[in-house]
Each structure stands twice: as C-alpha cells, then as structure tokens.
C-alpha cells in the first residue's frame, strides 16, 4: 500500500468507525496534534477523537498527495450535522506503512 493509500484508508475506518482496522495504520507510538490537542498518543486518540465520527453527516477527500517519502497532504472538506460546513488539512507522516504522526490544521467555515 502508498502512504497516500495508507492515508485514505485511514479516513474510511474513521468513518466507517472501523477501529481494528484504524489501530492496524497506526504506528506504536502514533501522535496527534490539534489546536484541541497537544501531542497525544494512540490509546487517547482512540479514546477521545475516534468516537467523534458521527458528528459528521459527510466528509470528503479534496485532495491528498504525497509531499516527500514519509508525508502526505491530506485536504478536506466536511459537513457537520449541524449542518455547518469546514475544510481541513493534516500533514500525516507514514513511516514503514503506518501512520505515525498527524499534525491537523483546522480551517475555516465553508458558506
């Protein structure tokens, strides 16, 4: 599997709330930064971001493309069910095809 492949697999367990075959993209010492979180590992990934799927009525892939051998660009745009709309990005880093780290930049409202 391509990092980006990689990548893209990894929203569809999101979405699909898939968390054995999430768990099995993530590196052992996965990190997720957000302006909502400061470098947290897997287990509190899991725990506190997965469950939130279902806050989302859609979300689609824009764009995600390789940048160097172990980043992806991952450019989307979702759908609250509150009906508000928002685009992302994250700079993912794919180490021995696992997701090792993601770095999420939250976007602005989309009108």
Not at 7 to 18: E, G, K, L, M, N
Not at 38 to 67: G, M, N, S, Y
Not at 72 to 78: N, Q, R, T, W
């Amino acid at each position: 599997m391509t990092n980006t492949e990689t990548v893209r697999a990894s929203f569809t367990a999101f979405r699909a709330q898939d968390a054995a075959a999430a768990e099995r993209l993530m590196a052992d010492d996965f990190v997720f930064t957000s302006p909502q979180d400061d470098r947290i590992d897997k287990a509190a990934w899991l725990e506190k971001c997965f469950p939130t799927a279902d806050h989302f009525a859609w979300q689609k892939l824009l764009a995600v493309t390789e940048v160097d051998a172990e980043t992806v660009l991952a450019y989307y745009e979702y759908e609250l069910q509150t009906g508000n709309r928002f685009r992302n990005t994250e700079i993912i880093s794919v180490r021995g095809g696992r997701i090792a780290e993601v770095q999420v930049f939250f976007g602005g409202r989309v009108p």
